[in-house]
């Protein structure tokens, strides 16, 4: 799959929600989350814009593998994710990943509202995220299925859906460094 994502940062969340309200039908879902990063003691990650995480969501976990970004002014990357079946299992992963040479690089911890609605007929998840040390910030995100030879790409036409709809949500400047990679740039 291939994540196709826009973030913006906002001041006023409350403000975005309201705006938010007239495309969004039924509740959101609110959880918790912390996400551990790793990079690797032979190459940086950073470098080569890789990403390797284990989440960990209320009660739910999952590792999540990140390819390098192909935009400029959205994220678009593949994406594979394995969920995990409780902590014992997220234990085990993030001592496979020290046990293959990769640390820990640092903890991103939020608190993240979601909404799902559907543009042209693809879900469009909606997240309202405050992060610890960073501030409120919204993703929009599609995931696309790019992988049938022969087929068009379903990447720039997703791009254009999400910039119409942040558009239309008057959001403005959207920013492709991660949540990890702003707040290692804070931390100096």
Same mark, same amino acid.
């Given at each position: 799959?291939?994540?196709?994502e826009?973030?913006?940062?906002?001041p006023?969340p409350d403000?975005?929600?309201?705006?938010?309200?007239?495309?969004?039908v039924?509740?959101?879902?609110v959880?918790q989350?912390?996400d551990?990063?790793?990079?690797h003691?032979?190459q940086d990650?950073?470098?080569?814009?890789l990403a390797?995480r284990?989440r +960990?969501?209320?009660d739910?976990?999952?590792?999540t593998?990140k390819g390098?970004?192909?935009?400029?002014?959205a994220?678009?990357?593949?994406? =594979? +994710?394995?969920?995990?079946?409780?902590? =014992?299992?997220?234990?085990?992963m993030k001592?496979?990943?020290?046990?293959? $040479?990769f640390?820990?690089?640092a903890d991103?911890?939020?608190?993240?509202e979601s909404?799902?609605?559907?543009?042209? $007929?693809?879900?469009?998840?909606i997240?309202?995220? +405050?992060?610890?040390?960073? $501030?409120?910030?919204?993703?929009l995100?599609m995931?696309?299925?790019?992988s049938s030879?022969?087929?068009?790409s379903l990447?720039?036409?997703?791009?254009?859906?999400?910039?119409?709809?942040?558009d239309?949500?008057g959001l403005a400047?959207?920013? =492709? =460094?991660?949540y990890?990679?702003?707040?290692?740039?804070?931390? $100096?």
């Amino acid at each position: 799959m291939v994540e196709v994502e826009l973030k913006f940062s906002i001041p006023a969340p409350d403000d975005f929600r309201r705006r938010l309200s007239k495309f969004v039908v039924g509740p959101s879902v609110v959880s918790q989350q912390r996400d551990v990063y790793f990079n690797h003691s032979l190459q940086d990650f950073a470098k080569i814009d890789l990403a390797l995480r284990i989440r +960990e969501s209320d009660d739910e976990f999952c590792v999540t593998f990140k390819g390098p970004n192909r935009d400029k002014q959205a994220k678009i990357r593949s994406e =594979t +994710e394995l969920s995990l079946e409780d902590s =014992t299992a997220a234990k085990k992963m993030k001592a496979l990943c020290l046990g293959c $040479g990769f640390f820990e690089e640092a903890d991103v911890v939020k608190r993240r509202e979601s909404f799902e609605i559907e543009l042209e $007929g693809q879900p469009v998840q909606i997240c309202i995220d +405050e992060v610890d040390e960073l $501030g409120s910030f919204v993703e929009l995100e599609m995931l696309v299925d790019d992988s049938s030879p022969g087929q068009a790409s379903l990447v720039a036409p997703a791009k254009a859906q999400l910039l119409k709809f942040a558009d239309e949500l008057g959001l403005a400047n959207p920013i =492709t =460094t991660s949540y990890l990679d702003l707040l290692l740039q804070k931390r $100096g």
